[in-house]
């Protein structure tokens, strides 16, 4: 089984920016599927944004054109680039390995001023 670990997240101000980092213990080359989910206080864990292994990338619309989803396969991390940070992205994000049902532990991202 492998392990994913996110980092990265934090306090940012409404405009600003975040860098996750999903970091699998094991190989994620051959892992189909990899998204990034978040969780609102007393809100349902969403998704966010998916990527496959050879690059294929889809959005939620509530952050198309603020965030980038990337894999590098050769360093077995994942990543969700945020701009343009709004107070309603505040959440805990959690990478998953979705084709193999694995998921993180989480980190916090708080947008306030």
């Known amino acids: 089984q492998v392990q994913l670990v996110e980092s990265g997240g934090g306090l940012v101000q409404p405009g600003g920016s975040l860098r996750l980092s999903c970091a699998a213990s094991?190989?994620?080359?051959?892992?189909?599927?990899m998204g990034w989910y978040r969780q609102a206080p007393g809100k349902q864990r969403e998704l966010v944004a998916t990527i496959t292994s050879d690059g294929r990338t889809n959005y939620v619309d509530a952050v198309k054109g603020r965030f980038t989803i990337s894999r590098d396969n050769a360093k077995n991390t994942m990543y969700l680039q945020m701009n343009s940070l709004k107070p309603e992205d505040t959440a805990v994000y959690y990478c998953r390995a979705i084709t193999r049902g694995y998921w993180g532990q989480g980190t916090q991202v708080t947008v306030s001023s």
């Open positions: 094991g190989s994620i080359y051959s892992i189909y599927v």
